[in-house]
């Protein structure tokens, strides 16, 4: 699992067919300080994630594991998160 801050949504009405009607959005995959490791990355989102939102993401064969093992899926998001602590700090509360 990956940590992302939802920084936008991506809009696409023509796609596979056996991609579902789902909501994608855009993230920043980050450490767990908050610094951008991979930025500008879509993720499926079936949680209604907000955009400023931080984010548990699955890659591979675990991120089409949300809707079906046969959805041409790359990204997902599983979590939406409360907090993030490290080393007795706190870097994220929602």
């Known amino acids: 699992m990956e940590l992302g801050k939802v920084v936008g949504q ?5 796609r ?3 991609l579902p009607n789902l909501t994608f959005l855009l993230v920043d995959v980050m450490d767990a300080q908050g610094n951008v490791t991979r930025p ?4 499926a989102d079936v949680l209604g994630a907000g955009e400023g939102e931080v984010v548990l ?3 591979g064969s ?9 959805t041409p899926l790359d990204l997902s998001v599983i979590g939406i998160v409360d907090q993030v602590c490290s080393r007795d700090r706190m870097f994220y509360k929602k």
């Open 62 to 70: 675990s991120a089409r594991m949300v809707v079906d093992a046969k």
């Open 57 to 59: 993401l699955v890659r």
């Open 40 to 43: 500008a990355q879509v993720a």
């Open 10 to 14: 991506v809009v696409s009405t023509v």
């Open 16 to 18: 596979d067919p056996g």
